[in-house]
């Protein structure tokens, strides 16, 4: 490997994005890589984590090569600040409400209405962003989760015109445990584990019945 690279380590140095040259360079070899790599993937689906702080050409540049990226409702606004309906969702992308690194959504609805703490409103704006995502009145205090939440934003979900809906196990049992809390060291950190066995969790008739409802909205939103 170093004969062919002069004695360097193949890798990625991008450039600072502050120059439109600086740019258009960084887009350019990055699609060099990604073309490797989807060659290299061969019939396993690509998909780019586009989320956070990133360039402007980033996302253009992964539709150009076919590569999904995500989709998180309460996230994805318009200049405005109106919610983008998922009807206007690329087709290539990925649909979800969060990811290892956030919060469940039982866990943001606990924060934001039975046990207020110092994220609670931005927790309230991202409840009620994903109601608007679902074409549903914000929740409130009298709201409950299961009753008024938990079945419109999951079919909202399932019915947006992403290839792909993901929802972590977490989201989809409605648990609050979560996964990873990023720039900290805690033990907790990728060590969680689910509460219950797969066998314990059949015999749950409330994990039933909301499995029932999923199946019943994969079914009748066409994602099945």
């Known amino acids: 490997m170093r004969e062919k690279t002069g004695g360097a380590f193949p890798q990625f140095y991008p450039r600072d994005d502050s120059t439109r040259e600086n740019s258009e360079a960084n887009r350019r070899e990055g699609e060099d890589y990604l073309r490797v790599v989807l060659e290299e993937s061969r019939d396993t689906r690509v998909v780019g984590e586009d989320l956070g ?3 402007d050409y980033v996302r253009p540049s992964l539709r150009s090569l076919g590569i999904a990226g995500f989709k998180i409702p ?5 200049p405005d600040g109106r919610t983008i309906s998922g009807t206007e ?19 943001m609805w606990e924060d934001a209405f039975e046990h207020p703490k110092s994220d609670s409103e931005q927790a309230r704006n991202d409840l009620t962003k994903i109601a608007h995502f679902a074409g549903i009145s914000a929740p409130s205090e009298n709201s409950d989760f299961d009753r008024d939440f938990y079945g ?5 979900l399932f019915r947006c015109e992403s290839w792909i809906a993901l929802v972590m196990i977490t989201d989809l049992l409605a648990r609050k445990d979560r996964f990873n809390v990023p720039g900290t060291a805690a033990s907790s950190n990728w ?22 409802l999923i199946r019943a909205l994969l079914e009748t939103t066409g994602r099945i």
Do not use: C, F
Not at 95 to 102: F, G, L, V
Not at 152 to 156: K, L, R, S
Not at 191 to 212: D, F, H, N, P, Y
């Open 152 to 156: 419109p934003i999951m079919e909202a």
């Open 74 to 78: 309460q996230w994805e606004n318009h």
């Open 53 to 55: 702080t990133v360039p």
């Open 191 to 212: 060590s969680r584990r689910m509460a219950k066995t797969i066998g314990e969790l059949k015999k749950s008739r409330g994990v039933a019945r909301r499995m029932q």
């Open 89 to 107: 969702y690329q087709r290539v992308s990925v649909a979800t409400y969060a990811t290892h690194d956030h919060k469940p959504l039982r866990a």
